[in-house]
């Protein structure tokens, strides 16, 4: 069996991992996606995938709730700058768990709530059959056997 050492990173200028997101990236103020920058990306990288979602509203909503879905990142785009848009790199957005495509930011209903946002290098692009009603468990079902490498960044976000 081949081992093959972590090298993708996953950080962000807006906070640090396990930190506090900051108010303007919440769904009731800016909702605008923090920026995000990567390193690592490992050879055979063919396009990256990110998913951005609250396991922590299992108990208040009953399953874990989405916030943003994006693939078919180009691999040698290194950063995603806040307020993003994918389509100007050529990314395909989904639809997240408040019904609407594109960043949905924190939004806890019950107490504070640790938001992951989950970068995915691929060894393929994923197909057009992916559209932007795509929810996470089709687009975690599409890259099933074509995840290289992940890397996870989280954050907290008060109620």
Partial sequence: MTTHS????????????GDRIPDQHGYRNANINPPL???????GTTSLALIVDDPDAVEPAGKIW????????????HT???DWDPETAGAREGT???GERGYGGPNPPDREHTYRFRLFALESELGSDLDTETSADDLESAMDGHVIETATLEGTYPA
Wanted: hydrophobic share 35%.
């Fill in 66 to 77: 989405d916030h943003w879905l994006v693939w078919n990142i180009p691999p040698d785009q």
């Fill in 96 to 98: 997240n768990d408040f």
């Fill in 6 to 17: 972590r090298t993708l990173t996953l950080r962000s200028s807006a906070f640090t991992d």
């Fill in 37 to 43: 920058e990567f390193d690592g990306v490992p050879d």
């Fill in 80 to 82: 995603i700058p806040e």
